[in-house]
Nanobody, 127 residues
Framework: QVQLVESGGGLVQAGGSLRLSCAAS????????MGWFRQAPGKEREFVAT????????YYANSVKGRFTISRDNAKNTVYLQMNSLKPEDTAVYYC????????????????????WGQGTQVTVSS
């Protein structure tokens, strides 16, 4: 059974940093792209970042480019999201997800390409 568990969320002041982790279990994830999405109250879920199975290809939403960094440790079946220079508009529930079936060489940035999702972790940035 595939399971993704996010951690590392919390309350931080604007300008601060947080590091999110997503621990995957149920199978080996080293061959699959993984991504981070977020959903703020009253808004649709939006793409944040994605990383290829090897870690060599990474894409970011324009709103987080230069501030967030996605990485992965395949030995630990874990993907990370380092978030720096946080802004109040980054406040959201953050979800990690895995693309098991698309077979695409490039990691996808659309939610519908992802097959399993974590339960989410809340990130709140105060002004």
């Amino acid at each position: 059974q595939v399971q993704l568990v996010e951690s590392g969320g919390g309350l931080v002041q604007a300008g601060g940093s947080l590091r999110l982790s997503c621990a995957a279990s149920g199978r080996t994830f080293s061959s699959y792209a993984m991504g981070w999405f977020r959903q703020a109250p009253g808004k649709e879920r939006e793409f944040v970042a994605t990383i290829s199975w090897s870690g060599s290809i990474r894409y970011y939403a324009n709103s987080v480019k230069g501030r967030f960094t996605i990485s992965r440790d395949n030995a630990k079946n874990t993907v990370y999201l380092q978030m720096n220079s946080l802004k109040p508009e980054d406040t959201a529930v953050y979800y990690c997800a895995v693309d098991l079936y698309s077979g695409s060489y490039y990691p996808p940035d659309q939610a519908y390409d992802y097959d399993y999702w974590g339960q989410g972790t809340q990130v709140t940035v105060s002004s």
